[in-house]
């Protein structure tokens, strides 16, 4: 079972990269949490560049990425009380063709941390509808890290680290769930 | 001296849906002024020895907006993975007149909950193919979040898009074939 993880942060001293990060090494037995780590590539959305079948290479390697994926897990950060352009804009990259998001029915969870008192919570909050929108079967499991320069100084704690890794179990539970019931129609 | 008898059995045997005459919708107010209506293009519906039933596949549902059929279809609305039928069996009929009140169970996104149907009953009558034919208009309001079907929005100027009640309609044209059909 394969989660893709997103981070809303580019920089490579990210804090939501690194809760990505312990996630894939916290997560249960059989659950492999991997990282995407071309989000920079991914060009501004343009309604021209949106070609059926010929989208940016950039943005088919996610798609391709999300659609080999059993679930997905966006840790952001949050700028300006919302959500990060560049998950937002890939995230619209990934919603087109309409009806055709490799995300859609697939379990999605939303983590979050930022320097601030908050943790990110209105940018976990907007990234959860936003997925909602393409239609994925967003989890209200998460984790918010506020004041992560400091709670992250020296690594995770471990209720830290229990915290992520109950966010990987919930998904891979939801990947059952939705598993189980397409195996049994087909038997 | 005339009396009115009222009728208060409907007919038994087999009634099958009609469905070019029939539809299965479902109404709630939006923007917190006007009404917006969806249908099912799929579905059934029979009437047999008393017992109203009936279901719709959420993936036929049709609005005039393929952006929003998409979204109907998700978790966030009625997730027709998981829940790829409405459905609706009645325990008990009643029938005064023309007043037709079916109680019974209305299963939406997974969840059932007692509803009761109320509205008309018309026939049987003889159609121009020689079916006999009824016709019922049915609806009943229920609570959205009560299914779990409980997406909204705020409005920048306060209130949320979506209302909580929603009206579900049934016109239901059931017959049963005559001798020549």
């Known amino acids: 079972m394969q989660i893709l993880a997103l981070s809303g942060s580019l920089r490579s001293g990210s804090h939501n990269t690194e809760l990505l990060q312990v996630a894939a090494a916290a997560a249960p037995e059989g659950v492999d949490v991997v990282l995407y780590e071309d989000l920079k590539q991914i060009p501004p959305y343009d309604a021209e560049d949106d070609l059926p079948g010929a989208q940016p290479e950039a943005v088919e390697r996610l798609k391709a990425a999300l659609a080999d994926a059993d679930a997905v897990l966006i840790a952001t950060p949050e700028y300006n009380h919302s959500i990060p352009g560049v998950l937002k804009n890939a995230l619209d990259w990934v919603s087109r063709p309409i009806l055709q998001s490799p ?11 930022s320097t601030g008192m908050f943790g990110g919570v209105w940018a976990a909050a907007e990234t959860r509808k936003v997925l909602g929108a393409l239609g994925a079967r967003v989890l209200d499991a998460t984790v918010t890290v506020p004041k992560a320069n400091e709670r992250l100084a020296s690594g995770l704690d471990d209720a830290l680290i229990d915290e992520l890794r109950a966010v990987a179990a919930a998904l891979a539970g939801e990947v059952a769930a939705r598993v189980l019931p397409v195996l049994a129609r087909a038997s | 001296m005339s009396t009115t008898q009222l009728r208060t059995a409907v007919p038994t045997g087999i009634w099958k849906l009609d469905p070019v005459h029939s539809g299965i919708g479902f109404a709630v107010k939006h923007n917190t002024v006007m009404t917006f209506k969806g249908e099912f293009g799929d579905y059934d519906a029979s009437l047999v020895d008393g017992r109203l039933e009936g279901t719709a596949r959420v ?3 049709k609005v005039d907006d393929p952006n929003l059929i998409g979204h109907l279809q998700t978790p966030d609305f009625f997730d027709a993975e998981r829940h790829p ?38 026939g049987p009558i003889t159609d121009g193919y020689g079916n006999q034919r009824l016709g019922l208009d049915l609806e009943t309001t229920i609570n959205r979040h009560d299914y779990g079907v409980s997406w909204n929005a705020d409005l920048p100027g306060g209130g949320a898009m979506l209302d909580d009640d929603v009206l579900v309609t049934a016109n239901l044209a059931l017959i049963q074939p005559g001798e020549q059909a």
Do not use: H, Y
């Not at chain 2, 009929?93 to 997974?110: H, M, N, P, Q, Y």
């Open chain 2, 59 to 61: 993936a036929s549902v």
């Open chain 1, 103 to 113: 995300v859609r029915n697939k379990p999605a969870a939303v983590i979050s941390s």
């Open chain 2, 85 to 122: 039928e409405l459905r609706f069996a009645s325990d008990s009929i009643e029938l005064d007149g023309d007043r037709f009140t079916a109680a019974g169970e209305l299963t939406v996104k997974g969840t059932t909950r007692p509803v009761e149907l109320l509205g008309t009953f018309a």
